[in-house]
T-cell receptor, first 115, second 115 residues
């Protein structure tokens, strides 16, 4: 079984400050991990993914995420937030074991960046 | 625009009526997925096609739901005898074949309201 938790419904940050959106996961084997962003009235857009290798993954729009196997976490980060980063962020996990192509998504975290 | 497209974008129907949604994936993508998203939740997997073959179905996909991808290109999702609980955003996504970690590209969704 695979599951993912996003413990914060909302994250507030001032423009220019660093941001972190948290994600923890549970899988039987090893995970593939993804972050997506959803803007109002738009579909989900892929940001970045972890497959294997370096624990720090860099993605679109200056975002990065750190994979931590011991803490089963994959937190999304950005050094300097922009107002335009305000959106809904979803973490997703796919268990490598069993070969399923179906990810499980978290409930989402609303990021609000204040000017 | 070469992204995933969905039609209609909005559908309002009365309880008991049938509705059909269409998804056109990115042309070179073999895999196509349907999800349902309700307010405050992440996308929930409904079903998945590789080419024209429907390979997985969620327990969420009751007998009233059926999906097809007859020629391995576009797909349709039909809901028969709609219920108010079917009100949700229905998302379609597509991905390349070959690698289990290939990210999915999402369409803008079809918002269904059942009165």
């Amino acid at each position: 079984a695979q599951s993912v938790a996003q413990p914060e419904d909302q994250v507030n940050v001032a423009e220019g400050n660093p941001l972190t959106v948290k994600c923890t996961y549970s899988v039987s084997g090893n995970p593939y991990l993804f972050w997506y962003v959803q803007y109002p009235n738009r579909g989900l857009q892929f940001l970045l993914k972890y497959i294997t290798g370096d624990n720090l993954v860099k993605g679109s729009y200056g975002f990065e995420a750190e994979f931590n196997k011991s803490q089963t976490s994959f937190h999304l980060k950005k050094p300097s937030a922009l107002v335009s980063d305000s959106a809904l962020y979803f973490c997703a996990v796919r268990d490598i074991t069993g070969g399923s192509y179906i990810p499980t998504f978290g409930r989402g975290t609303s990021l609000i960046v204040h000017p | 625009d070469t992204g995933v497209s969905q039609n209609p974008r909005h559908k309002i129907t009365k309880r008991g009526q049938n509705v059909t949604f269409r998804c056109d994936p990115i042309s070179e993508h073999n895999r196509l997925y349907w999800y349902r998203q309700t307010l405050g939740q992440g996308p929930e997997f409904l079903t998945y096609f590789q080419n024209e073959a429907q390979l997985e179905k969620s327990r969420l996909l009751s007998d009233r739901f059926s999906a097809e991808r007859p020629k391995g290109s576009f797909s349709t999702l039909e809901i028969q005898r709609t219920e108010q609980g079917d009100s949700a955003m229905y998302l379609c996504a597509s991905s390349r074949s070959g690698k289990q970690w290939n990210e999915q590209f999402f369409g803008p969704g079809t918002r269904l309201t059942v009165l």
